[in-house]
Each structure stands twice: as structure tokens, then as C-alpha cells.
């Protein structure tokens, strides 16, 4: 995860929370220092935890903190993440922000692990899409390959995708492949949508350098696998889900396009307790 935009990210959500101060906080005298823990509620697969330091980094003072699991490690029930000592008004100023970065990521991270597993396969990867939440891409994304998936382009910025609407207004995929490389530079893939068998042949044709199989069941892809060159990457999306992707597994393809890894989130259950707090609930 590239740290400085993460951590413009964070600062602009603690400000968001922060507002001109935490009021509930001014409880608490000049110099009061505590312990505090993060620990997992429910199993599931890290990602996040970086967010920790930075955020505390970022309100300043003094603190410690003591990771006790990484990113992409598999928690059960009752872990501890990690364990931070500093300010008690700092360490409860950040820990709604941490937290809603955290369980999001960790949910993420998780489902993405569940969906290669289902998958099981060595030559197919499991990939994003950008159906993330506006402003938590980097986040998003980074948490998919925490999971053991792989991320999709970014944005419209680094790489093309001609779909449905590209191509009929181009008026065909040859038009629609050589107005794009007339455009970009060689170093910008293009990918190419396609639907039906013509259409992959054509996209083979106009030279695409990665073609999707929209809404193909494994038995079509692996036929119209037999049309594309072995230098072309292949990609499969569009009703594929967590409970159908074990037939996907050997149809060999080279990437399957989710977009549930992030945009049907569950967060993963993490909660902050401070050392002598009355909060309990059983392991």
C-alpha cells in the first residue's frame, strides 16, 4: 500500500471525526496514559493493521505499539492484533477511524481468501474490480491481496477496457482496439469485453492484449479458450459467484473478476478495549 496516500486518506477521515476536538475525551487529565488492545470478535484474515500506527502517528504524542499479527494472517476468535500504549485521549480519538478502516479491510481480505479457496485452482486467479467505495479504493484493493487475490486495474487511468458501450459507438472492436492504440502509449494494455464467440475472434484479430469472457459458463470458456493465443491474457466475469466457483476451477482461464470482494463488504468483527475497562463479552 503506497503510505503516503493512505495517509492523506486517514487524515482526512480523522478530521472528518474530529471535527475541532474530541469532546467526550476531555474527560480525561493533561498526561493520563493507558494500554489498549484490538482484538479479533470473529475469524477471519488480517488486513489493515498498518492503519494502527499511522493513524496514531498522525494525532502526534507518544505512544507504543506492539503488533502480535500481520497483514494476511488467518485470526481466530480472541487474538490479539496488536497491543498500543500512549495517551488515553489519543488512543480513543483514533479508534473509531481505525476500527472502520480495519474491520472493512479485514472483511475484504476475508472473503477474498474464502473465494480462492472455493476456486482451487493453479492456473485461474482471483481478482477486483473497481466496484469499490469511492475514497477507500487504495484500501479496498490493497485487502484483496491480503486475501491471496490479485487487484484489477485501478482506475480509468492505467489501463483500457473496451466494453459493451466503447465498442458500439466505435462501431466495431477493431475500430474501438485501433482508436485506443492511436491514443495511449505501448506500455497501456487494452482489454476487450466480449460476449460471443465472433466477438472473441475479433478481438483476437484487432490484437487485444487481454480479452474477457462476459457471462460464460466453464464449458463455453474452455471452447472459446481454443480461439485465443496463448499471448493474449484471459479473464472470466459476470455470474460467477462464491457458491458456483468451484466449476470454474479448471476451465483454465487466467483470471476470474469479482466484484463482491468489495462491494458487498462484511466487516470482520475487531474491537479496541482499553486496559481496566468494564466492556466484556466472552471469548
Known amino acids: 500500500m503506497n503510505q503516503l496516500k493512505a495517509k492523506k486518506a486517514i487524515e482526512a477521515f480523522l478530521l472528518e471525526d474530529l471535527g475541532e476536538g474530541d469532546l467526550s475525551s476531555s474527560i480525561f487529565e493533561d498526561g493520563a ?20 500506527q499511522w493513524a496514531y502517528e498522525l494525532l502526534g ?15 481466530k476468535r480472541g487474538d490479539v492484533i496488536a497491543t498500543v500504549k500512549g495517551s ?22 476475508t472473503l477474498t481468501k ?6 482451487n485452482s493453479d492456473v485461474t486467479k482471483i481478482c477486483d474490480t473497481r466496484k469499490t467505495m469511492p475514497g477507500l479504493r487504495h484500501f479496498d484493493k490493497y485487502a484483496v491481496t491480503c486475501g491471496g487475490g490479485k487487484n484489477h486495474r485501478f482506475g480509468l487511468y492505467d489501463a483500457i477496457m473496451l466494453k459493451d458501450n466503447h465498442i458500439a459507438y466505435a462501431g466495431s472492436i477493431e475500430k474501438a482496439v485501433k482508436a485506443a492504440r492511436d491514443k495511449v502509449g505501448h506500455t497501456v494494455k487494452i ?26 459458463p466453464p464449458e463455453i470458456i ?3 479458450l481454443k480461439l485465443i493465443p496463448s499471448s493474449i491474457i484471459t479473464e472470466a466475469s459476470g455470474g460467477i459467484t462464491l457458491e458456483n466457483l468451484q466449476t470454474y ?5 487466467g483470471f476470474i473478476s469479482l466484484g463482491c470482494l468489495t462491494h458487498s463488504v462484511t466487516a470482520l468483527d475487531i474491537s479496541f478495549n482499553l486496559e481496566g475497562g468494564t466492556k466484556t463479552w466472552t471469548y
Do not use: H
Not at 482489454?191 to 465472433?198: D, F, H, I, L, M
Open 88 to 109: 488515553i485521549p489519543t488512543l480513543l480519538s483514533a479508534e473509531r477511524v481505525i476500527l472502520n478502516l480495519m474491520q472493512r479491510m479485514s472483511g475484504i481480505a
Open 191 to 216: 482489454e476487450v469485453e466480449t460476449e460471443t464467440e465472433g466477438q472473441v475472434a475479433e478481438a483476437v484479430k484487432a490484437g487485444a492484449d487481454i480479452i474477457m469472457l462476459d457471462n460464460c
Open 33 to 52: 496514559t493507558g494500554i489498549g488492545t484490538f482484538v479479533a470478535k470473529a475469524d477471519g484474515v488480517l488486513a489493515g493493521s498498518m492503519i494502527i
Open 249 to 253: 476451477g479448471n476451465c483454465g482461464v
Open 114 to 119: 474464502k473465494a480462492v479457496e472455493a476456486l
Open 61 to 75: 504524542g507518544t505512544f507504543e505499539v506492539c503488533f502480535e499479527k500481520q497483514d494476511g494472517d488467518v485470526l
Open 222 to 224: 474452455q471452447e472459446r
